[in-house]
């Protein structure tokens, strides 16, 4: 391998001298290499090691279909990019790459030591080895893991960002080559608002290696491209791949930004990678196709390439692959290569299995031309010293078949091709299925979408004249103008798949997963028929390159030991993405708190001063507890909690959700959706209200207040308010239009604070001078307008804790306001700020359910011990009503809500805990829905659901948590605390 | 990823925007209905390859529910339209 001398097309810059590491040695490319051109021109022969056997392997392609060349960019750093591929990695100053393969390295691997044992390694090989007994896959499994895979993952947060961008088009043309060039510039010509983009750095695809063959191909390049980056029409887009498209011509394509820039060079303002939604109005599929390798035995010795590599490396970077060339393939592009090669100044022997193309130009030139001869078995130790070759005969009925007297032929490249396969990928995304062409010998795109199009070697166009003729056409039609149609593609002249007598030898398909012939075979000899299962058994066409060079070869494996014809075995699924896409990139900037965002109530700052502890509710960051000291969570709650059954407490309950509804049938609506009753309830009232789905059970309950007989404020639980916003909408819009009501959302327009205790009555008389907060004139369940510390407020006298408790709703702007007003003015009562955690120990006392923790979907109000809140007398039966009566909601066994007490009073039961009736049971009659150490009571208190429950009051039962523990425990009533409710009108 | 025409904005926006909202003109049946009629319509669903006809919201923008009549297979949509028009045309 050497770089040649300078070409006239060459895309390097000899003038920009690129230092770099590779496998910790230093090394030298130009400005324009990319690391595989540049490992090239260094000799580099050996590049990775394989999955399975740990073979070596070398660079076999020049762009994004290579699956050996895996390399690690920049390891251990914040810039740790796993498996790039070598052929599309653009060299920077500085570069520190190394290979993704390789145990311990890539010139001494581990695996290449079992190889007495790969023969016993063939597909199905683990599951069939480590399968039993099961109780050693753990075991098994760890040892694996570090045998599998490639690159290690990144073990450092990402340093750079990266943004999503959305484009709106004409046209977009995916593919820089002869015939996305030509649509483009049609297209835009015509009017047309057109976006081009492309995978690489410069635009012009194959064109670059016809332009080295023939200078008229550079020169339409020049112009076409002058042309495009002038019009106005057109933006171009390069590092930019379409990976996906979907329907209505949604196109996303990742353009890579900055990796091509130095590190230290990155602007820190910009994003490495962008994703580009583009909708188009029209999407031309100008994706090129990519060549197949040949199936011989060690195709996959360094120094094995496809052959159009070969001439790229050559025309584009000016690298020779090898000076003892072997071109062999069962096309006519491979005289074209030995062409190329002969030009380079070596002297190639050609290989074709079919007879009668004319190559006497390169016979008078004294190449060695063998027709009727294909290659069997590549040699050498390291890299490719020999190749074996052998005569071919061909008959429709068996197709090739190759003899055994093989005549050896010295030489340190083999540039092999088995025809080319189009880029139907993105043509497929969408539910597409590609038709096998006989004539070229590939799956063709079957184009059957509306507003799409499909130009140049995808379509079969084996020169760029034609590739640029049906570009130009497609490009006319995109942009809504007539056109004429243009002549079939020119197909290349392409034999049959020539695929090995399976014997012993290693045929590889696909590289990167060690996929071989004879895996293929076995899989089918397994009884596998479809090729998704064969795909699956065997791995082919796994892994970052999704078989890009070794599908069809496998699929043509599979027909000829099937005996079935190639379109009946037919493809895989063609699947987002094209080529692998970063997490980064996918995520954008919608990572941390722009991917959750976090809710604050207007009181955040105060808590945060008071050193809170916040849980996450729905988004919320609600206070959890107020450790004082270094009080731990448990120490905090029962402090807190004592202090609100004794003396005083407050809570910010301002994330509960809340929807204003007004309007004549505001009344209606709720009886609708509520369970209860509330034709009677008046202006000043407030009533608590559960609610159900069609299916009667609970999803939701909230004290709702009476404004006037057209108003009303419901609330929410916490975490359901959109969902129960959503939910009334639905039926409002769908079956009850008739309703005159509006609902608002105004959960964020209030705050609320809560006074909560015995003494909560002497604070508000202190706070509020005109409302009358006496027992008698302010009853529990009512609500007054009025004036706390010169802020009109809605004032609630409804509890959550049992215990005598006004909630200030004010505006939400002065929530912080009222809260350290309260905070202050409750001093001299020693008023205690309590959080979530307490607020679920006083409501538990209490019996009251959380929606959500109590019932989980298949509670039913009856289920809850809550047929009081159940109405079945409403003119309007309310939803879920008619459910209730289901024989199996009304059927008796049902987990019903009760009350436990643990024998031991200092043993807090786990939520989740199972129940069991017998101590040797296994049969779970229950589980632990909330559980908690009562400081007020001072034992453990739970509540569950129970198989019929309700009727075990005082039965001994049992829990066994995930620990050899049986728990006994008596079903109480799941009212703990103050069953009288004495408490609720406070200290008098 | 389709667009779909919000027959009350007025305009081609996409799926992102809208929330889908089930299938569309189930009948609510009558509380004397029978137990297996009362389970059809809260759990049973037509579940068509091909045309389906649903409801979706504009989650994202004016919060209206109407009616998509939609291709599952290709999302081809054949028609947007609000349930008063369909009333209008029974």
């Known amino acids: 391998m050497k770089r040649l001398y300078k070409q006239a097309n060459e895309r390097i810059d000899r003038s920009k001298e690129i230092h770099f590491s590779w496998q910790g040695a230093h090394y030298t490319g130009y400005a324009g290499d990319t690391l595989a051109s540049a490992l090239l021109a260094n000799g580099v022969k050996l590049v990775g090691r394989s999955f399975k056997y740990g073979r070596q392997r070398g660079i076999m392609a020049a762009g994004v279909e290579e699956p050996n060349a895996l390399v690690i960019l920049e390891p251990e750093t914040g810039y740790h990019v796993p498996n790039a591929r070598a052929t599309e990695v653009e060299i920077y100053p500085d570069l520190v790459a190394k290979a993704a393969s390789g145990i311990p390295s890539i010139n001494e691997d581990l695996r290449a030591w079992l190889k007495p044992f790969h023969r016993f390694m063939a597909a199905g090989f683990y599951y069939k080895t480590f399968m039993s007994p099961a109780l050693l896959w753990p075991k098994y499994e760890e040892q694996l893991r570090k045998l599998a895979g490639f690159a290690t993952a990144p073990n450092k947060p990402d340093a750079e960002t990266y943004d999503h961008y959305n484009q709106h088009t004409d046209v977009a043309v995916i593919g820089g080559g002869a015939a996305g060039l030509a649509a483009a510039l049609a297209a835009a010509n015509a009017g047309s608002k057109v976006l081009l983009l492309d995978e690489r750095a410069q635009l012009g695809g194959e064109l670059v290696v016809d332009a080295g063959r023939d200078p008229a191909a550079q020169a339409w390049f020049n112009q076409t491209y002058a042309a495009l980056e002038a019009h106005a029409n057109v933006k171009i887009l390069v590092r930019t791949t379409a990976y996906a498209l979907h329907d209505y011509n949604l196109v996303l394509a990742l353009e890579r930004r900055q990796d091509h820039v130095t590190i230290g060079a990155r602007n820190p303002h910009q994003s490495r990678q962008r994703l580009h939604r583009i909708r188009a109005n029209k999407v031309v599929l100008a994706t090129g196709s990519h060549e197949r390798p040949l199936m011989f035995a060690n195709n996959d010795l360094p120094g094995v390439m496809l052959a159009s590599a070969v001439s790229r490396y050559q025309y584009e970077y000016s690298v020779l692959c090898g000076s003892k060339p072997l071109v062999v393939g069962n096309n006519d592009s491979i005289y074209e290569v030995a062409r190329d090669l002969v030009k380079a100044g070596t002297r190639p022997t050609v290989v074709d299995c079919r007879m009668g193309y004319d190559a006497s130009d390169l016979t008078k030139l004294g190449v060695l031309v063998k027709q009727g001869y294909t290659i069997v078995k590549a040699e050498g130790r390291t890299s490719v010293e020999r190749a074996l070759i052998a005569k071919t005969a061909y008959s429709d009925s068996h197709g090739w078949v190759v003899g055994d007297a093989p005549e050896t032929i010295a030489c340190d490249l083999i540039a092999c091709s088995g025809g080319f396969s189009p880029l139907v990928h993105l043509d497929c995304h969408t539910g597409s299925k590609p038709w096998f062409s006989k004539d070229y010998q590939a799956f063709m795109p079957a184009c059957d979408k509306p507003h799409r199009y499909v130009a140049g070697s995808v379509n079969g166009h084996s020169d760029w004249q034609g590739a640029a003729a049906e570009g130009e056409y497609v490009g006319l039609l995109a942009a809504g103008q007539a056109a004429n149609p243009v002549n079939a593609p020119k197909l290349l002249n392409v034999a049959d798949f020539i695929c090995p007598d399976v014997g012993r030898d290693k045929v590889f398909l696909d590289m990167q997963n060690d996929v071989k012939a004879s895996d293929i075979e076995l899989a089918i000899l397994e009884n596998y028929r479809s090729i998704e299962h064969i795909k699956r058994y065997t791995a082919l066409g796994f892994g970052t390159d999704q078989g890009k060079t070794g599908n069809v070869n496998g699929i043509a494996v599979a027909a000829k030991v099937m005996n079935l014809p190639i379109e009946a075995v037919g493809t895989t699924t063609f699947r987002p993405m094209y080529t692998p896409v970063t997490m980064g990139v996918l995520a954008g900037s919608e990572i941390g708190l722009h991917s959750d965002p976090q809710r604050f109530t207007p009181m955040q700052a105060s808590h945060r001063a008071k050193g809170a502890e916040f849980e996450v509710v729905g988004q919320w960051m609600r206070p959890w507890y107020f450790p004082q000291g270094s009080e731990d969570m448990h120490q905090a709650v029962a402090r807190e909690c004592l202090a609100v059954r004794n003396n005083l407490g407050m809570m910010d309950a301002s994330t509960l959700g809340k929807i204003d509804i007004q309007g004549p049938d505001a009344r209606e609506l709720l009886a609708r959706v509520y369970t209860n009753a509330w034709a009677k309830l008046a202006p000043g009232k407030c009533r608590y209200g559960l609610m159900c789905d069609e299916t009667g059970m609970i999803i939701d309950d909230g004290v709702t207040a009476c404004i006037s007989d057209t108003h009303f404020l419901m609330t929410t639980t916490t975490g359901g308010a959109a969902r129960i916003y959503n939910h009334l909408e639905t039926w409002l819009q769908t079956e009850w239009p008739d309703l005159k009501v509006y609902i608002t959302s105004v959960t964020d327009h209030w705050s609320t604070t809560a006074v909560v205790g015995p003494k909560a009555r002497r604070l508000m008389e202190k706070l509020c001078k005109d409302v009358d907060c006496s027992a008698a004139n302010f009853p529990f369940m009512d609500w007054r307008e009025g004036t706390v510390c010169g802020v009109p407020a809605r004032i609630m006298r409804i509890s959550f804790s049992g215990e005598l408790s006004y909630e200030i709703n004010v505006q939400a702007n002065y929530g912080r306001f009222i809260w350290e007003s309260v905070m202050e003015a409750g001093k001299e009562f020693n008023i205690t700020p309590y959080g979530t955690e307490s607020m679920h120990v006083l409501r538990a006392e209490k019996g009251y359910v959380i929606v959500g923790q109590d019932t989980d979907g298949s509670i039913t109000p009856y289920d809850a011990n809550m047929a009081w809140a159940v109405s079945l007398n409403k003119p309007y039966p309310f939803l879920g009503q008619r459910a209730l009566t289901r024989s199996d909601t009304a059927r008796p066994g049902r987990k019903q809500l009760v009350g436990l007490l643990t024998d031991d009073p200092h043993k807090v039961l786990n939520e989740g805990c199972q129940l069991v009736a017998e101590i040797g049971s296994k049969a779970m009659i229950g589980h632990v829905t909330s559980s908690y150490f009562s400081p007020v009571l001072g034992r453990s208190i739970a509540m569950a659901v129970v198989k019929g429950g309700l009727d075990l009051m005082g039965t001994k039962i049992y829990a066994k948590p995930l620990s050899y523990e049986v728990i006994p425990l008596t079903i109480v009533d799941s009212v703990f605390y103050d069953q009288g409710k004495e408490k609720i009108d406070g200290e008098i | ?90």
């Open chain 2, 1 to 90: 990823m389709f667009l779909i025409h919000c027959p009350y904005c007025g305009e081609l926006r996409d799926e992102q925007e809208y929330r889908y909202a089930g299938e569309a003109f189930i009948q609510r049946p009558s509380l004397d209905c029978t137990d297996e009629q009362w389970g059809d319509y809260v759990f049973n669903r037509t579940n068509p390859k091909g045309k389906t006809v649903e409801q979706w919201a504009h989650a994202a923008g004016c919060r209206k529910l109407f009616v998509v009549e939609r291709n599952n297979v290709t999302n081809e949509i054949y028609a947007v339209r609000t349930f008063e028009s369909y009333k209008e045309q029974a």
